[in-house]
């Protein structure tokens, strides 16, 4: 006898019910959804709208035949339920759907993707028309194809769906309809020329613009009963599409402001920022917290713990992804405002025959590489003092010395890269070529002979005492420079060595004595650098993960040549009691 299917009608309703009543900790923009609904069950028949408890029953019917794992069915709690009951429930009076947009934001580890596999394959079986097509798209290819492999894994773990359904290495093809379902790479124009029915768009917080929705949305418009599903956590630009659709559009709608018939809206998130201290509160915006949900709260306390341990780069990061907070971007290493005030225009002959230290940069020969000069105060010597630590890496202390310091700076990139960059957005390399702050080299990758020889130049009009270098690229340029006299020694790559110039290099520019010459690159920079810590207070810059490409070798090279000055030991003679100057 055959399995009598589950009326869900009373369970969604109950769902509502313990969310409106505060049996289930839920958050305002989740109470407003369930009201919107509940209103329109009221009211939307003024608007031409109806609400049909088969067409919502259907997809949850399906979800039964659809295995996560083998002879294992996919486990819909009651927010899921929820969902996809109210989703496909609502339809208009001249036969379409209502919902022809949906906005989902949410924590991660809360099942959105699956979500969404299970509404794909709803749309190629049943759903969707003959021919449909749908598309999943994310900014990293590696996102799109975990929609795409859940998707796989389904049809590949459901006999029933087998029978009408087969999978390839990038397509799920539906013979009896000619449905299809693909992933796409985040460049625009691998949808060109797609006739989406049901698209979806994954982690749009990582979309630094609407191009990919453009394209998708220009076929979606043109199909009768066609979806674009947008799924996502929150990030930490909020100056893009994805921030600036959730408060100018998304949020209204279910604030009532705004009256979009066409999109359903969903936000699991928490109601203030404060509530990071409230793990009580954490459901909010991790529906998986519910009963007999995937996550774990007391794993999410510990998580929580260790990020704080991390420093502050991490307890954003767990904000945004773990409680599904819009949050400002990783603080930045030194605020560019603070930056300018610490420089100021000077010429280069000011520095000729003075002493200076180095770093340099090469991790990258088909890109930007840096050079950086630190030049101390002519006295400096004067007041140093003995360290007694035998075992110290660094000697010395440029807070204990007055007055000011420079910084002289070299930047290469290869002539092919330059063009590249500037296609993406990075205009102001031609200016910064033409002012002379950038060399460019012929070819796709830059030749270090070509750089060995203008460090060689550099070293004839000032005293380079010692050269710091990242060793990866530049064992082979730092023997040739070491043939040359001028003394170059790797700078090992660690927390360890880096947090003491680093934390002196901050404190020189918030004490506006370090003197940068306003070099335009370095401060485009110093705009990319965001400090890490470890556990134990240590530190160093890297590149905000949001911004890359962008580059902060420049910054990274001044450390290293602070570092290089603050460890030099002096045993060594300078070039110039060996040869003199050259006269210029």
């Known amino acids: 006898m ?3 299917p589950k009326n869900y009608n009373p369970i969604v309703w109950q769902y509502e019910e313990d969310v409106l009543s505060g049996k289930i900790v839920a ?26 408890p088969e067409a919502a029953q259907a997809i949850l019917d399906f979800g039964e035949l659809v295995n996560l794992e083998p002879d294992t069915p996919i486990v819909l709690f009651p927010f899921q339920q929820w969902e996809l009951y109210a989703f496909y429930g609502w339809q208009r009076r001249d036969g379409t759907r209502r919902f022809r947009k949906k906005y989902k934001s949410c924590a991660r580890g809360n099942g959105k993707t699956p979500m969404e596999a299970l509404q794909i394959l709803y749309h190629l079986a049943i759903d969707g028309p003959y021919k449909a097509e749908a598309y999943v798209s994310a900014n990293k ?4 194809k975990i929609c795409f492999g859940d998707v796989k894994a389904m049809l590949t773990n459901s006999p029933e769906l087998q029978d009408v359904m087969s999978a390839s290495a990038e397509q799920i093809y539906c013979p009896e309809n000619s449905s299809k379902f693909r992933f796409l790479t985040s460049n625009p124009s ?3 020329g797609s006739r989406p029915t049901y698209a979806v768009l994954d982690e749009y917080h990582e979309f630094e613009n609407d191009k990919m929705t453009e394209v998708l949305s220009s076929g979606l418009i043109k199909k009768k009963n066609s979806v674009l599903s947008i799924i996502t956590t929150r990030g930490f630009h909020k100056d893009w599409p994805c921030a600036i659709y959730e408060r100018k559009v998304a949020i209204p709608t279910l604030e009532g402001s705004l009256i979009n018939d066409d999109l359903f809206v969903v936000i699991y998130t928490q109601d203030s920022e404060d509530e990071f201290d409230k793990p009580e509160t954490w ?7 519910c009963e007999g949900g995937v996550l774990d709260l007391v794993t999410l306390i510990r998580e929580r713990d260790d990020k704080i341990n991390n420093g502050e780069e991490s307890v954003v990061a767990f904000k945004t992804k773990n409680l599904n907070w819009w949050c400002d971007a990783p603080t930045s290493f030194v605020a560019e405002t603070i930056w300018i005030k610490s420089g100021t225009k000077w010429k280069e002959e000011e520095v000729y025959g003075m002493q200076c230290w180095g770093g340099l940069d090469m991790a990258q020969t088909n890109d930007f590489c840096a050079l950086a000069l630190f030049f101390p105060p002519e006295d400096w010597q004067v007041h140093e003092c003995d360290i007694d630590d035998d075992k110290a890496i660094y000697v010395r202390s440029p807070i204990r010395v007055p007055g000011k310091y420079r910084m002289l700076w070299r930047f290469w990139i290869p002539e092919a890269k330059k063009q590249q960059r500037i296609s993406n957005g990075l205009h102001a390399l031609r200016d910064w070529e033409k002012d002379g702050h950038i060399r460019l080299l012929e070819g796709n990758v830059i030749d270090p002979r070509e750089i060995e020889k203008d460090i060689i130049s550099l070293s004839e009009i000032v005293d380079i005492r010692q050269l710091m270098y990242d060793r990866y690229n530049c064992n082979s340029t730092a023997i040739a420079l070491n043939e040359q006299g001028i003394s170059s020694i790797d700078f090992p790559q660690t927390m360890a060595h880096f947090t003491t110039p680093t934390k002196n290099f901050r404190d020189l520019v918030l004490q506006k004595r370090l003197d940068h010459g306003h070099n335009p690159i370095a401060t485009w920079m110093m705009r990319n650098s965001v400090p890490i810590t470890d556990t134990n207070g240590n530190i160093k810059i890297t590149k905000d993960p949001k911004r890359a490409p962008e580059k902060v070798d420049g910054i990274v090279a001044g450390i290293m040549a602070l570092g290089s000055w603050m460890s030099d030991t002096l045993e060594d003679s300078s070039i110039y009691d060996k040869r003199g100057f050259i006269e210029l």
Do not use: C
């Open 2 to 4: 055959a399995k009598a």
């Open 27 to 52: 958050g305002r923009l989740l109470k407003l959804a369930i009201r919107r609904h509940r209103k329109d069950l009221r009211e939307g028949a003024k608007r031409g709208l109806y609400f049909d």
């Open 141 to 144: 290819e590696e996102q799109a």
């Open 190 to 192: 691998t949808a060109d």
């Open 283 to 289: 459901q909010k915006s991790n529906p998986m917290l």
